[in-house]
């Protein structure tokens, strides 16, 4: 233990807020920061320096030393903040709907559309009168267009979907579902919890593995007012199973005059099997089929921006518009400009505008080729000691959907004679803009079926700056 004598003479050599306010580092934060954060930053940045000297760390004693040592302890909180802000990230996870890096990439269309609205817009205007308009109007056109609906509308996501449409049409009465659609989808949207929200009281009908038509025409008492289908999404139940069709429980819900109403989350738009993606329902079927009501997400298979669509009979829709709770529920001309601009591209084409749809095209030669051309760029520059080998493996089209299906793909394999796989790992997410990856026995693995090709000149850098 060193002398209390000498700490106390340390401490009086530890710089003022003021004498650290005016050093070079901080005046770069106080102007990225803001003056009043950047003072608050300094102040937790002494602490943590006289904490040091009082537990006798050998942080140095002199003056100069200190207020180094104080700067760069400044600098680290300051970026420990901004680690936390919203950015955007490399996702070389193969994961092509990955919830927790934002779901669907939005296509360039999207982006644009998002600028162009970001001033004023037509939000609620009518440039063809000079008055007030509906919000939107081409969106729901898109959408009957695509669905086969006769109407639709949106809200913020699917989850608000369902809940809307549950509050509406069934809030103080009962809804029939599947013992095996009682699921959880993930990030807390449990089938049950969201029934009792609404109001709802859940008739439970057959069981986990098996419910038969008549399970669904037995339950049906004078309190059912909504038979509820739900998209298991990431869950499945295979084996020794039974479940109506959609267009047999239509058929019974109509004769008993309720609802048939389709929470199908993920679904698409378009038939993906070709893409390999098979099992998830698509919304014209299910409109088809006879739902009086279907709902789904925007940015799921969907390929656009965090919204929930519900689509369906004209008059059920019109009765949520007018809905007091539609006001709290709706989304912004952002959300709907993006909207708008990925419907559109369902006219024209997908596979080349609409990432998340781009991505599940891919084929495993194409990430081949693309693998063998990243990694011929950087054994051309200085690779340092980094090693990378190209291997097989297989991506996953996530966002709860079509968990079955493994997509064939390369991965670029990367070991470090002295670096862990979690360091190399870490590195990767250190850089600027992160690459986010994952581990499989001991080894870093990328996949570049979730890279744009625009993103592979940083991806580079970011591989090359490991040594
Ligand atoms: C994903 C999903 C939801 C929730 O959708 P969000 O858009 O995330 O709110 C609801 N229902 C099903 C069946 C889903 O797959």
Redesign the pocket.
Known sequence: MPKPSTSNSVLRNIPSVDELLRSKTARRIVGEAGATHAAELARRALDAVRRDVSESRDIGSSRQGLLEKAAERMAEAWQLDRDTRLQGVINCTGVVIH?NLG?APLSHEAQLAIREVSGYCTLEYDLRTGRRGKRAPSIEDLITELTGAEAAIVV???????FFVLTVFAAGGEVAVSRGEL?E???D?R?PD?LAESGAILREVGTTNRTKLDDYAEALNDEVRVILR?????YRIIGFTASPSLAELAELAHKNGILLYE?????ALIDLSGYGVVGEPVVSDSIAAGADLV??????LLGGP???IIAGRRELIDRLRRHPLYRALRVDKLILSALEATLSAYRIGVERTIPVIGMLALRKEDIHERAANLLSQITQGETGTLEIEIVSGSSAVG???APSVDLDTYLLALSHPTLSAEGVERALRSSTPPVISRIENERVLLDLRTVAPAEEPVLIEALRSIT
């Open positions: 919830t779901r913020n996501n699917c989850a608000a979907a369902a699921v989808i993930g990030g949207f089938v969201i739900v998209h298991p999404s990431n929470d199908i989350g993920s679904g709902t789904f997400s925007g940015d799921k965090q919204a929930g966002g709860g959907a």
